[in-house]
Structures are given as C-alpha cells and as structure tokens.
C-alpha cells in the first residue's frame, strides 16, 4: 500500500504545486499598515482547495485576520488537526529581490516567492496528503490554516476557544518549521517565545545645534545606542538578569555550517544549537533615528528602537518581558526619559517526543527521506498560537514539523522552497495518516 500511495502523491504533486503557485501571488501580509484584501483572497482560496477534497470549509473569524475551517470525521476512527498560516510577512524592497516576491520561479529546484516557504508549502503538504489519500482516508481531520501567525491581533487565540468543540483531535500536525539539512528530515520539539518591545530614549525637550551644545548635553541616539550596548556582555551573552536557560541540545550545530548559512561570524559562550533554541536572545528589529540623507548638525531629542527578544521555551513571556523593562530602568543612561512600551508577546512551547505518534512520524519521515532518520531539533522562532492550541486541544499529541530548509531564507529576500523537500515532507504526511488510519489507536 505504502507504494501504491506514494504513486498516488506522485500523480497529484503538479497540481499541488500549480495551486501553491496560485497561494504565492497573493500578497497575503498581514503586517499592520498593508492592505488587508489580500488576506481575504488567500483564505477564500484555502477554504476552495479544501473544499474540494470533501472537506466541510467555511472562512472564520473573531474580529482579526480571516482563518479557515475545514473538517472531515470518521466516527469511531482517530481524529488529526492539520495546522499552518496563509499569512506571510512583507516582502522589504522587489528590488532586492531577484525576482518578484510574489510571481513564483523556478530556479535550480527551488522556487522563489514570498510564503514559498513560510508557510503556504504548509498548507499545501497537507491538501497533497488529503489528495493523495482521497476516499481512502482512515483518520478523520480537522485543518485550521490560520491568518495572522506572522503579525497577531490576539483575535485568533479568542477564536480557536470559540470552536475548541471543532477543533478536538488526537493528533495535530504543525507544519510550519524545518528540517535539519536538504535529505535530512528533522522532529522539532521545541520553540522559543519571543517579547517585541519598543524603547524611546528622550534626552532633550527639542533639537538643538551640536556645535553650540554638543558635549554638554547628550545626544538621544547616543544614549539610545548605549543602552542597546548594555544588552550582551562583553561576549556576546545576553546580560538581562534572571531570563530563564534550558539544558543544552543534543545535536550540535557546527560553526562552519553557521557561517555558511548567514555568513556571520559567531558571537556569545556555549553551543550554537543552546543559544538559537533554548536561551535568551536580543535583536533589534528597527531604529528610528535620523536618517544620513538630509541629516543637520543638530542633537537629536528623541530616538527610538524596535527590541525583540527570544525566550527559552519555557519561560513566561510576561516575566520576561518585566525582565526587560527592569534591565532598562536600570541602565537608563545620564539621566534621560526612557520607556518601555510591549508590542507582543507569545510563549514558547516543549513538546514530549516520546509515544508511538512520534514512534509512527519518524518511520514516516525516514520512508519519505530514502531511509535517513531525522534529528530531532528545536527552533528559535516562535508559532505564537501553540500554546493556545495545546491548551484547546489538551489530549492531542502535538507534532511539528515542515518543509523549510537552511536556505529557504524564510521572513527574507529571495525566500524558497526545495521542491525535492517538499516533495518528501507531502509523502511523509501522506503515510503518516494512511498508517495511522491503519492503527487501532495513536495512543
């Protein structure tokens, strides 16, 4: 049967990928200030495809961005959550691009678009297995293909506890991470949270000019960038007291293999793997500061700074966020105004990946792959809504997985998708729930 369904998917994928092409021209982002129609074509579209594979679809919300529904039971048979966001992030400037963000190509076996990867291949894997299964589907399914994971509103939360009646299952699948390398398939276990605050530095009442007061009084981009300084020590680790660590991961992420995929140079004590997955880190994610052109010779009074920063899985978004805050007042620099303002905040998630779900999804994973086993990783992004959905659906095994590699450049310039990869998690899936639908039970 396991080839007779891998023909199956062989026979579908063209399609599969012609209908991930149709995802990809929709300009689907869902970052505030972006025009929001697109997000309702991106969901009618969904709610479409899923519909056609005899599920029973309708396009939901709860005052934020449009998700989408889609069910199909088998009384007496065990019930999976297939889950993934139609939401993308915006797309920086086309012309970095090489080419249009949002008219799919096809080059060297990867196809470039923005979402190619994150996370419209997500919601195709699963309408590949669903297709490639068709009437002889064993388990009964329930997707959820979310609208606002890349930019949230707090309304889908709300929204997954107005239909926790709908949304009961066994299993759910998540497929909106990665895997370890191109032919080697991973099981991620665990995902970072992250805090996103905003910090504004004041230091005068109003712009003066630098030669006449200049020494005298500070300057807010000074001030601000010291504070920033005052994040990381002087090896790179994060210097905000009390933020939580969890023990180190088993795999290691080699140095070389880091440089090669961002060509940065490593910073920070401990392996690469403990300090992308399981501690602390800060970013920022924007300033705004005066800028180059046009600039004068005057001191500027306020500035501002866009901080983002990722937490250990288990840590609690608030706490740590009051963390933050408390390691600013604290290195307020000569006496200037300082606030913290808290613009998100989603936690981190620690999955159990022990049982006979985990035992069947690795054998999946390793047919799909020409026999390779897959490592089990963690991520240091966040899915904010897994915590939501892990208290909605408290009985469900939760499985992450997904099609990005290290070079889909998801959230980037030129994102991709390997279509070979691709190709490998749609099987994956597609045994998955053909043998699961086979099993007495997935407990």
Partial sequence: MEAEFTARLDAVMPGVRADLERLVRIPSVSAPGFDFSPIDRSAELVAALLSDCGLATRVVASSGRPAVLGTRLLPGRPTVLLYAHHDVQPAGDPALWTSDPFEPAERDGRLYGRGAADDKAGIMVHIAALRALGDDLGVGVVVFVEGEEEYGTGATPRLLRELRSELQADVAIVTDVGNWAVGVPAVTTSLRGHVTAMVEVRTLSHGVHSGMYGGAVPDAVIALSRLISSFHDDAGDVAIDGLKTEPDPAVEYAADRLLAETGGTPFGTGSAASRMWSRPAVSILGMEVPPIEGATSTLTPVARALVSLRIAPTEDPLRAFSLLEDHVRRHIPWGASVSVTRRGAAPGLAVDSSGPVY???????????????????????????????AEVIPDATIVLNGVEDPDSRAHGIDESLHLGEFRRACLAETLFLHRLGSSPSPR
């Fill in 359 to 389: 035992d069947q999804i690795r054998v999946a994973l390793r047919d799909a792959w020409d026999g390779v086993d897959p490592v089990e990783t963690g991520s240091g992004g966040s899915i904010p809504l897994m915590l939501d959905l």
